[in-house]
């Protein structure tokens, strides 16, 4: 089946690392997202890795990628209270977006 | 450019009344997703559209249904409407053939039924 897990809360200071954590189900995904969702807005893609990738850095953001484990993360280095937002896991096993239910980050000064 | 644009922004509706949303896609792009965020909650695809058919669907009942004319746009039209079917409803286009397969959202329309 398809299902992806996020932890719901993430609470940082500014200029510190933030680390957001997702595991998924179906290993037929190609590609992996993160989304970020502020109040209010729809969702902007972040950045995206390829399956068969175990890392992918993009200026402030690193996706690491543990295919055996089904386990994603997304590392913001140096925090900035803009960062504050929803952020979204999801798997495309298809073309269809399977999204887990979203990390608040909250970045207090 | 303008990216995807959604309307109306907000909408109010009474239980068993039945609703349009309207989706104009990027410039270029020719494909368009449907997806229900309940608050607090991940989006959930509805279907998505391409070449003016429905190529997917997620788990929605018949209630549910869409349309994409020739320009690409495209409309949700939910009938019968539940007090479940409250959310925010995004829109999203994709360009042809591109690799990874990238979804643009609008804004969103907030459907409330009351």
Same mark, same amino acid.
């Given at each position: 089946?398809?299902?992806?897990?996020?932890?719901?809360?993430?609470?940082?200071?500014?200029?510190?690392?933030?680390?957001?954590?997702?595991?998924?189900?179906?290993?037929?995904?190609?590609?992996?997202?993160?989304?970020?969702?502020?109040?209010?807005?729809?969702?902007?893609?972040?950045?995206?890795?390829? &399956?068969?990738?175990?890392?992918?850095?993009?200026?402030?953001? %690193?996706? @690491?990628?543990?295919? !055996?484990?089904?386990? *994603? =993360?997304?590392?913001?280095?140096?925090?900035?209270?803009?960062? &504050?937002?929803?952020?979204?896991?999801?798997?495309?096993?298809? %073309?269809? @977006?399977?999204?887990? !239910?979203?990390?608040? *980050? =909250?970045?207090?000064? | 450019?303008?990216?995807?644009?959604?309307?109306?922004?907000?909408?109010?509706?009474?239980?068993?009344?039945?609703?349009?949303?309207?989706?104009?896609?990027?410039?270029?792009?020719?494909?368009?997703?449907?997806?229900?965020?309940?608050?607090?909650?991940?989006?959930?695809?509805?279907?998505?559209?391409?070449?003016?058919?429905?190529?997917?669907?997620?788990?929605?009942?018949?209630?549910?249904?869409?349309?994409?004319?020739?320009?690409?746009?495209?409309?949700?039209?939910?009938?019968?409407?539940?007090?479940?079917?409250?959310?925010?409803?995004?829109?999203?286009?994709?360009?042809?053939?591109?690799?990874?397969?990238?979804?643009?959202?609008?804004?969103?329309?907030?459907?409330?039924?009351?």
């Amino acid at each position: 089946g398809e299902d992806v897990e996020q932890s719901l809360f993430l609470s940082v200071r500014e200029g510190d690392s933030s680390v957001i954590n997702c595991t998924y189900t179906d290993s037929s995904s190609t590609y992996l997202y993160w989304y970020k969702q502020e109040p209010g807005a729809g969702l902007q893609l972040l950045t995206y890795i390829f &399956s068969n990738m175990d890392m992918k850095q993009d200026q402030r953001l %690193t996706v @690491l990628l543990n295919k !055996k484990d089904k386990h *994603l =993360s997304l590392r913001i280095a140096d925090t900035q209270t803009g960062d &504050s937002a929803i952020y979204f896991c999801a798997e495309s096993p298809r %073309t269809a @977006l399977i999204f887990g !239910k979203g990390t608040t *980050l =909250s970045v207090s000064s | 450019d303008a990216g995807v644009t959604q309307s109306p922004t907000h909408l109010i509706k009474t239980r068993g009344q039945q609703v349009t949303l309207r989706c104009s896609p990027k410039s270029g792009h020719d494909t368009v997703s449907w997806y229900q965020q309940a608050l607090g909650q991940g989006p959930q695809f509805i279907f998505q559209y391409y070449e003016e058919e429905e190529r997917q669907r997620g788990n929605f009942p018949d209630r549910f249904s869409g349309h994409q004319f020739p320009n690409y746009s495209s409309e949700l039209n939910v009938n019968a409407l539940l007090l479940g079917d409250s959310a925010l409803y995004l829109c999203a286009s994709s360009p042809p053939g591109t690799d990874p397969y990238e979804q643009y959202f609008g804004p969103g329309t907030r459907l409330t039924v009351t």
